[in-house]
């Protein structure tokens, strides 16, 4: 049995005057983890394999649901996921996935630095370090640098939008879900 319903330009569509930054969540969620994140050119918290990591130990394992996880971790959620999912390794899966990126004319080192770029670098005001620090001061004290992050922010996300959205509708009409590639 497949949950996938089939592709609609619907469910990728933004909405009137929406950020990027706040479209890229609602649609492609956590997508952008399906690729490898890169520690450039900010240093990626976590393993920079994203959830490649975490099939790491199962690469060559046909996902199999039994009703007690994928590989019976006690996933709950498993029979959301399609046969097509269910029914390869991670090693095809991301191999599809690699591929469709060098289809659309990138690399996967230059995905990941523009995944890392728009992910990692528009958290660096939010973090405890001295470049943290310096950019709360700053927007307290400068309301025009506080614009200027955020114009900078909207066009990191913007592109991370742009790069990634093309890879997912093919992968959405090949037949897999959306909670195969955002969960």
Not at 18 to 37: G, M, T
Not at 51 to 78: L, P, T
Not at 112 to 139: C, M, P, Q, V
Not at 158 to 166: D, N, Q, R, S, V
Request: proline share 4%; hydrophobic share 30%; with cysteine.
């Amino acid at each position: 049995m497949s949950n996938s319903k089939k592709f609609s330009p619907e469910e990728v569509k933004m909405r009137d005057d929406e950020s990027y930054w706040a479209a890229f969540p609602r649609i492609l969620n956590n997508f952008f983890a399906r690729f490898v994140i890169g520690n450039k050119p900010y240093r990626c918290v976590g393993d920079p394999r994203g959830y490649r990591s975490m099939e790491a130990d199962y690469w060559n394992e046909v996902r199999r649901y039994n009703g007690e996880g994928i590989y019976g971790d006690g996933d709950e959620y498993g029979h959301l996921h399609t046969d097509k999912y269910r029914n390869q390794t991670p090693r095809q899966f991301y191999g599809e996935i690699d591929d469709l990126i060098v289809q659309h004319g990138l690399t996967v080192e230059k995905v990941a630095e523009i995944i890392n770029d728009a992910y990692f670098g528009s958290k660096i005001k939010y973090s405890s370090t001295w470049r943290g620090s310096l950019h709360r001061r700053l927007e307290k004290w400068f309301p025009f640098y506080r614009d200027w992050v955020e114009k900078r922010r909207e066009a990191k996300w913007k592109l991370m939008f742009e790069t990634l959205l093309p890879i997912y509708i093919e992968l959405r009409q090949r037949g897999y879900s959306t909670y195969d590639l955002r969960a």
